[in-house]
């Protein structure tokens, strides 16, 4: 250990800087994509879960059970090697126009994240004092209407923080997806230590690249939250 | 303009409203009264359905609310609703709070709900107030603006449930005036109010309600003068004693 030569320009320039880069662009890619999707997929489960339409809250249910309690990689697992069985074909022979492994990938992250980001929607919304569900119903407002005017924008503020928590969450799982060949920085950080024996380089590189991308993510958002959020006054 | 007949509700064993039958036409102005719990809350609230009636027929400006065709969401468009903790949208100006219903539910563009607006907001007084936020404002400004917000929908009937039981003593007449203003203009108005002063003079007709059950149902003269059930009799020797 004391005589391991530190060699860093192995991940700073060349072709293992660039698989470094490529992996990277692949993570956020991947993140990024997932994040948007398990956000809208989140709202949809949380609206369905608190609706007053009890098939809608028992689907909402189960999903969130099934989700929540089974390890993501098994889910990854799932999707890449169970959707040709379960989806229709068509989503097939759509994805496989695709980047197929990637496509897996999106699938799990977002259906896995969208259960935690449909809790933490549902306990924002739980949050807002129901008399101002009765005011917007009172004005004639259907329900989705009025979570749409009044109660989203009033809970959006609550639920932020969680939510953050959440796309550093899925950042961070989004390293599984190397487990079935999506090329994102974990796997690549992989590829170089199996090429050059710079294990320690290629996954220190990998760390400080995660690191950025969840300080960004964090700043970004808490940015959105303060600034562009009008802020409520008093309450 | 709004028919109870028979109406009974339930919350699980608790009758709240026990054989309901109350008539209210266009243009008039009933004060319901009635002791803490008796049931005035939920009396009020069936009107637009934000609480369904179990048994009975409830009938509201020719729509029958037992009815599964009846579009509530157009009917509740026509009614205004008050509440006690005016309940305003914290998170909008005054001006939004009154515009965004016209402008989403009735589609008036939004020139247009902002002039209503501003005009609604000098009928009550606050046309300084309309880029404030409510949390900004006074219990009484906050309830002008919340009736502001209600009339700007254009409503055919306006319930107002104890509209200053929330409110600083000093600043209950400013919302009572607002109140009185908009019965001269003959809107026809549903009030739970204990605000005797207001019901004697306001009001066409005063029902009083025990136990979910209308005991009373009279002219304000007649109601104060000579109250005929017991019950009525305590309750106005409470509300109308000096220390209250
Ligand atoms: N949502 C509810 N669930 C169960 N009980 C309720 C509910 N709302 C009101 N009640 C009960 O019904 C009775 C009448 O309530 P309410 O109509 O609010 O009375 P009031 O407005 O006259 O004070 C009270 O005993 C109250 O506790
Ligand atoms: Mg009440």
Redesign the interface.
Known sequence: MFNYQFDWAIVTSGKYFDWIVSGTITTIQISAVSIVLAFLLGLVVAVMRMSGFTPSRWAALVFLEFTRNTPLLVQIFFWYFGSYKILPTVVNDWLGTLNFEFAAGVIALTIYTSAFIAEDIRSGIRSIPK??M?????????YL?SMQ??IL??AIRIIIPPLINQFLNLTKNSSLAMTIGVAELTYQARQVESYTFKGYEAFTAATLVYLAMSLVIAIAVNFYNKYVL?P???? | MIRFSGVHKWFRKLHVLNDVNLHVHQGEVVVVCGPSGSGKSTLIRTI?Q?EPIDRGSLIVDGMDLSDRKTDI??L??????V?Q?F?????LSVLKNIT??PI??RNIPKKEAEETATSLLERVGLVEKRDA????LSGGQQQRVAIA??LA?KPKIMLFDEPTSALDPEMIGEVLQVMQDLAKTGMTMVVVTHEMGFASEVAHRIAFIDNGIILEEAKPADFFKNPQHERAQQFLKQVLSPMH
């Open positions: 008399e101002q009765e005011a917007a119903r009172s004005a004639g407002f259907s209407r005017y009044i924008p009033q009008t409520v006054r008093g309450r | 637009n934000l969401n157009k509740r468009a026509e009614i205004g609703f509440f903790q309940n305003l949208y914290p998170h965004l219903a989403k539910v936020y409510p949390a900004q917000r209600s929908m």
